[in-house]
C-alpha cells in the first residue's frame, strides 16, 4: 500500500508527504519526482498536479 498526504506547516512552500509501503515518508515539493517518475507540477488543496509520460495528470489527496 502507499499513500500520499499534503503537508500542514507555516511554511509558504507547499509539501506533501508520500509513503510507498512500509517505507519511511518522503516529504516532496513541486519539481520533485513521485517513486514511478511522475513529476510534481502543483501542489493544490486535496489534490496533485502531475506530469506522467508528457501528459497531466490530477491526483486525489488522502488528506490524514
Not at 518522503?26 to 498536479?49: C, Q, V, Y
Amino acid at each position: 500500500s502507499s499513500g500520499i498526504s499534503p503537508g500542514n506547516g507555516p511554511s509558504p512552500t507547499r509539501v506533501v508527504y508520500v509513503q510507498v509501503g512500509k517505507e519511511p515518508f518522503m516529504e516532496l515539493s513541486i519539481g520533485d519526482k513521485l517513486p514511478g517518475g511522475a513529476e510534481i507540477k502543483g501542489i493544490e488543496p486535496g489534490r496533485l498536479l502531475l506530469l506522467v509520460d508528457g501528459k497531466r495528470r490530477v491526483l486525489a489527496l488522502d488528506e490524514r
